[in-house]
């Protein structure tokens, strides 16, 4: 049997970080391989060219991050701490959480706890554009630098953040409504359900449904009240909707919670033949896409958006990348539609905060 | 010898009763004086004096809020609209005020001071109508201030339509975002607010009657006090401090839109009645309050200062919350036997 040496010791110990055993066995070896591989995948699935990604890698001394997010209630933020903590892993980084509630004044109150302590860098979704204006200043006067994470911190222009990494609300809305109505045939009666008129998601994903219905001359819009991503109001909206028009072919929902709650209505109702289509493309909605109760759905990339923040943030803190000079004021995080043929394919990547 | 030893249970009881008769009072500072000494000996960043302004920064919108909770708890009313009253005031408030190009609400501006004075009017009218639809109507508080919820609710939708508001006038920018003498302005109102709100409950005949009628209302309206305007009275007050919390809450988070301080209505009736302040009125004050505003905003920012997972977060607050409602309702109830030996 072989003996190891003191340079196999730390080189497992380099790979496979603080947590590997002082004598490592082959399962270390094996976890170390997969960390390793693990890594590759993630850097490969955010775009990067091996040969370019030379820069990006784990920082060589343990940072401390905080982050934060609308509010951990949501599935689509509950994913995205878990996919930040993952990367941190990844890259040496400890992710540190505040959790926004849903509430602005909460999240405010984070905030200003967040910024009374010292962080590498900071990722953060303000769940109320503007609220958080002034902690964020504060923090980014001490040098630290902020990452603005799927909404916009305050309008443009107010708030010097290192970058904003968000996905593209009106392309997301466009692209899954162009699939319904294509398979709605084109003609008949169509609903939107909307988010929470004020939020600049459902603004955008809005305004994308409408520049494709107004392609499809004879689609008419019956109905297009917000629930405010509440699902109790879903059901109160279709529950009428339902009796006011008979003839309804096809639904667009600004997220899949909204949408699936609604085709409980349409099921009770005996309206199963509605096709409906979502935003979000979290797993429950992604199965329901897979069984057929949904069109499709489109990914609003939680994974990506939170684990290119922990990149982002390394590269700042431990690469030296300078806000305005080597990253962009602003990077998109796209999201594929998911159909029936790329559902699996897609919940492998979400399984692995890929995504 | 005998007489000494006749003397001392007298004296021993009547240290106890004063003890069980304070514990409401005393055991809200305990359970401050135990969070403050837990969190400082596990973080080293929350016993600091930046920290402590945080705190006080944190409390102090609920604490201009709780001040007109509290006259209306303790006539053993209820005011549920108190959070979406300074919701809509706020964005009164911004209404009247010239927004930038790219927000997109049809406001109408006006001079800044006669903004201010148009919204503490509009803010006037809605304890007003709360205040008749209670006291001449004679719908319950719990019902007619829910009522008053869901309008100041459309209010608000109705004014903002789904946008946000960034502009408000320099008056109100400066009391909710400034600082004087490096304190931050909105702990000077706070505090301004809570030593009037004192003063008023503790030496005037109006702060006498509050207690009474809130204590036995039969009474109070036997010995001749006018019940009906002291209830009015209070809850104008509630509307009256909502709105004040409400426009310069606007201006300490930078901008106004709906639904922004939900969680002030929850924060500010805990913030009473954890203090010490009895739901079924009478009894309480001012200094109850600011314990209980104190228990809040020690507990929600040490939290945010230890390492402890997220989800666990909610959840100990809510224990804490409970340990202390639990301990102010025994406080009630060993209080009550010895209230009714004295009578």
Redesign the interface.
């Known amino acids: 049997m072989k003996e190891k040496s003191p340079r196999d010791d730390a080189q497992l110990t380099a790979i496979a970080g603080d947590g590997a055993a002082a004598d490592p066995s082959r399962r270390d070896l094996f976890r170390a391989v997969g960390a390793t591989a693990m890594a590759g995948a993630l850097f490969a699935s955010a775009g990067f060219d091996p040969a370019l990604a030379q820069e990006l890698k784990a920082s060589s001394r343990p940072l401390r991050a905080a982050f934060s997010n609308a509010g951990l209630q949501a599935t689509w933020c509950a994913q995205g701490k878990q996919a930040a903590e993952a990367w941190g892993r990844l890259m040496n980084v400890e992710v540190v959480w505040f959790d926004g509630e849903l509430s602005a004044t909460k999240q405010r109150a984070s905030i200003d706890n967040m910024a009374a302590q010292d962080w590498d860098f900071v990722a953060i979704q303000t769940f109320g554009i503007g609220t958080l204006t002034d902690p964020i200043r504060r923090m980014i006067d001490k040098g630290t630098p902020v990452i603005a994470m799927d909404t916009m911190v305050a309008p443009e222009g107010q708030v010097d953040i290192h970058t904003f990494i968000a996905p593209d609300n009106v392309m997301m809305g466009s692209v899954v409504t162009a699939q319904l109505l294509s398979a709605a045939g084109g003609a008949g009666d169509v609903v939107m359900t909307q988010g929470a008129l004020g939020h600049s998601g459902a603004q955008g994903r809005a305004k994308g449904f409408k520049q494709i219905m107004a392609s499809y001359p004879e689609m008419r819009l019956v109905d297009e009240q917000p629930a405010d991503w509440d699902v109790t109001k879903v059901a109160r909206i279709w529950d009428s909707v339902l009796t006011q028009h008979g003839d309804i072919k096809a639904a667009f929902f600004h997220n899949d919670d909204m949408a699936l709650a609604a085709r409980r209505v349409m099921d009770a109702k005996g309206r199963g033949d509605i096709i409906i289509a979502g935003v979000d493309a979290m797993p429950p909605a992604v199965n329901a896409v897979m069984e057929g109760k949904m069109l499709a759905t489109v990914r609003n990339p939680s994974c990506r958006i939170h684990g290119w923040a922990v990149a982002a943030g390394v590269a700042a803190v431990a690469g030296g990348e300078k806000r305005g000079e080597d990253i962009p004021s602003f990077i998109l995080a796209d999201g594929p539609v998911i159909t029936q043929e790329t559902a699996a394919g897609h919940l492998w990547l979400q399984k692995h905060f890929l995504i | 010898m005998s007489s000494t030893a006749e003397s001392r249970p007298p004296r021993r009881s009547a240290a106890m009763g004063f003890l069980l008769g304070q514990l409401r009072n005393i055991a809200p500072v305990i359970v401050l004086i135990a969070m403050v000494a837990f969190f400082s000996s596990t973080s080293s960043?929350f016993l600091?004096v930046?920290?402590f302004m945080?705190i006080l920064?944190?409390i102090s919108?609920t604490a201009i809020i709780a001040v007109g909770l509290t006259f209306v708890i303790l006539t053993a009313e209820i005011d549920l609209s108190v959070a979406a009253v300074a919701n809509a005031v706020g964005i009164m408030v911004a209404y009247f005020t010239l927004q930038?190009e790219?927000v997109n609400i049809a406001n109408m501006p006006v001079h800044g001071v006669l903004a201010i004075v148009l919204t503490l009017a509009a803010c006037f009218a809605i304890g007003l109508t709360t205040a008749f639809g209670v006291t001449v109507i004679g719908i319950p508080s719990f019902i007619m201030t829910l009522a008053m919820m869901q309008i100041a609710n459309g209010v608000s939708a109705m004014l903002?339509?789904?946008?946000?508001a960034?502009n408000f006038p320099d008056a109100i920018t400066f009391l909710g975002?400034g600082s004087i003498f490096g304190v931050r302005a909105t702990i000077v109102v706070a505090l301004v607010f809570l030593v009037t709100a004192h003063l008023v409950l503790t030496y005037t005949r109006f702060g006498r009657y509050v207690y009474m009628v809130g204590g036995n209302r039969e009474a109070a309206e036997y010995s001749g006090v006018n019940v009906r305007f002291v209830i009015g009275a209070v809850l104008v007050i509630g509307a009256m401090c909502s709105g004040v919390a409400g426009m310069l809450g606007v201006a300490y988070?930078?901008?106004a839109?709906?639904?922004?301080?939900?969680?002030?209505l929850l924060d500010a009736i805990a913030a009473v009645v954890v203090g010490g302040t009895s739901l079924f009125g009478g009894r309480g004050g001012i200094g109850n309050t600011v314990i209980g505003l104190l228990v809040l905003g020690v507990l929600?920012?040490g939290l945010?200062?230890i390492?402890i997972d997220?989800?666990l977060?909610?959840l100990i607050r809510g224990l804490i919350l409970l340990a202390a409602l639990i301990v102010n309702v025994y406080a009630q109830a060993l209080r009550a036997p010895r209230t009714a030996d004295e009578g």
């Open positions: 960043t600091t930046a920290n945080n920064s944190q919108l930038p790219y903002v339509r789904g946008q946000i960034y975002s988070f930078g901008s839109q709906q639904t922004q301080f939900d969680t002030y929600n920012n945010d200062h390492q997220s989800f977060k909610i």
